[in-house]
């Protein structure tokens, strides 16, 4: 498929107009998107975060964090897209390369679904690629994931420690556990993601803590002892949080870390 050639306004996942010509050059400000567009079209990316550690020896330019990104230097790359995310992104860099001149693609993502169609909206409509057959086998994989047996397991899902916060409403790892018959305890919060005092996540009626390891980086000795009695999961950031290829392996892997949660 050849890149479109002619200049053209498109909307993001926000609804702000962008206007984009042939795009061969493409800074990712998000780890799971840069994941993504190296899956599908090597060669591509010039410029990745820090953060970005997927494909492993990704050669490009490295331009800071996802909340302090060295905008001079991505302007310097001179790239045709620069793709960001509403959450991971803040607003005053993204207004700062767009008064560089740049365009730049807002991703928005909740649920699955959304992930879904966000993914190839970015890929086949900003970008100008073929939809990669990784997507279709992500969406394959979690059509066909069994529909859990039994009550949802009622859990905490802590994100960081010091302070104490867990998923609360709407967001993509909760719409994720929630397949995999998850419930969680804070889905209903009136924050996305709220600082909760340990001894209310402790007196919260848990039967699962589930704990990824990423953003902050909680392991077995790390996490399940401030949860006496309750089985911990503990599982990969990376197929919890990231929407990209790694939606193609989430459902078995996260399964099976559920289904080997043991009492602390």
Request: with cysteine; charged share 20%; hydrophobic share 45%.
């Amino acid at each position: 498929m050849d890149l479109p050639s002619a200049e053209r306004t498109v909307s993001d996942d926000l609804g702000t107009p962008v206007r984009l010509g042939p795009v061969s050059r493409v800074v990712s400000l998000v780890p799971s998107l840069t994941e993504a567009v190296a899956a599908t079209r090597p060669g591509l990316l010039v410029g990745a975060t820090d953060w970005c550690s997927h494909p492993a020896g990704l050669d490009v330019a490295r331009i800071r964090g996802t909340k302090n990104p060295d905008t001079a230097r991505i302007a310097a790359l001179r790239p045709d897209l620069v793709i960001a995310n509403e959450e991971e992104n803040r607003a005053p860099d993204l207004a700062a390369l767009r008064d560089a001149g740049l365009a730049v693609w807002v991703t928005r993502v909740r649920t699955l679904d959304e992930a879904f169609a966000s993914l190839d909206r970015l890929l086949t409509t900003a970008c100008g690629l073929p939809r990669p057959a990784w997507l279709d086998e992500a969406q394959r994989a979690w059509r066909d994931l069994p529909v859990p047996a039994g009550q949802p397991r009622r859990a905490v899902v802590p994100i960081w420690r010091r302070p104490w916060m867990v998923l609360g409403r709407d967001t993509f790892a909760g719409d994720l556990l929630r397949r995999l018959g998850v419930h969680q305890l804070y889905a209903d919060h009136a924050e996305r993601y709220p600082a909760v005092p340990l001894d209310e996540l402790q007196a919260a009626g848990a039967e699962l803590v589930v704990l990824p390891d990423e953003p902050y980086r909680f392991t077995a000795t790390d996490g399940p002892e401030a949860f006496p009695g309750v089985p911990a999961a503990l599982v990969s950031g990376r197929h919890l949080t990231w929407y990209g290829p790694s939606l193609a392996e989430a459902p078995a892997l996260l399964a099976a870390a559920l289904a080997a949660a043991t009492p602390s």
